[in-house]
């Protein structure tokens, strides 16, 4: 039997450190991340298909009618989308798929997946998350304050998910995702098929060949 991958849905408010996370849990783990469409205009040093697909306003809203996405949102006035034949092809063939992506567009996901895997990134505090999107430096000071006070209301979504993360160090943060993966992977309701299908094989081959 063709076992499924898991759609791990990570996602948290803007300077917790989701992407790193995400780039330490790829290096350590056979995961495939998606890689969303945005009509962003690409960062210094960002590179297309690989950090985003970057699109025009009337490509993404072609794929909006085609229904090329997963789910789709509006982020601090940029358009972002999860294309949604890529994640179900790996799915389908057994690969774990991760979506880093906003909040919005997760519980899209959670209405229509459920047997998703939703994990909230939580900044160790309020006063270093505020450290972290400066730090940053690529936003300007409206774009910061808008990010800010959007992570501030954000964190009210957490309850919404299956897990809390604190990205206090990225290492303690991966390690915590790796085993809640590990958790998941052995939960009575989805490998309960593989069991019985295998108890069956077991008892064929003792007493009936
Ligand atoms: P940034 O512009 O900083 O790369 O991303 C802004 C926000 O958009 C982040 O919270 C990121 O997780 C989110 N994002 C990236 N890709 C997608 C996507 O495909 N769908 C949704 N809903 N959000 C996304």
């Known amino acids: 039997m063709n076992k499924k991958g898991l759609l791990i849905v990570i996602s948290g408010p803007s300077g917790t450190g989701k992407g790193t996370v995400c780039k330490k849990l790829l290096q350590r783990n056979d995961f495939w ?42 982020v601090y006035g940029n358009y972002y989308g999860t294309p949604k034949s890529k994640v179900l092809e790996q799915i389908d063939n057994g690969k774990d798929v991760i979506l880093e992506i906003d909040i919005q567009g997760a519980l899209k996901v959670k209405e229509n997946y459920h047997d998703g895997v939703f994990i909230f990134i939580l900044p160790p505090s309020m006063e270093e998350l505020k450290k972290r999107i400066i730090n940053r430096g690529t936003e300007t000071e409206e774009s910061l304050m808008t990010r800010f006070k ?60």
């Open 33 to 74: 991340i998606s890689v969303s469409a945005t009509t962003r205009a690409p960062r210094k040093g960002e590179v297309d298909g690989e950090n985003y697909y970057f699109i025009s306003k009337e490509e993404f809203i072609k794929r909006i009618d085609n229904e090329d996405f997963l789910e789709h949102a509006e």
């Open 150 to 209: 959007s992570a501030y209301k954000e964190i009210n979504f957490v309850s919404k998910y299956n897990y809390a993360v604190v990205n206090d160090t990225v290492e303690e943060a991966v390690r915590k995702i790796e085993c809640i993966l590990i958790a998941e992977k052995c939960r009575v309701d989805r490998i309960k098929s593989t069991i019985f299908d295998s108890r069956e094989g077991l008892i064929h081959e003792q007493f009936y060949d």
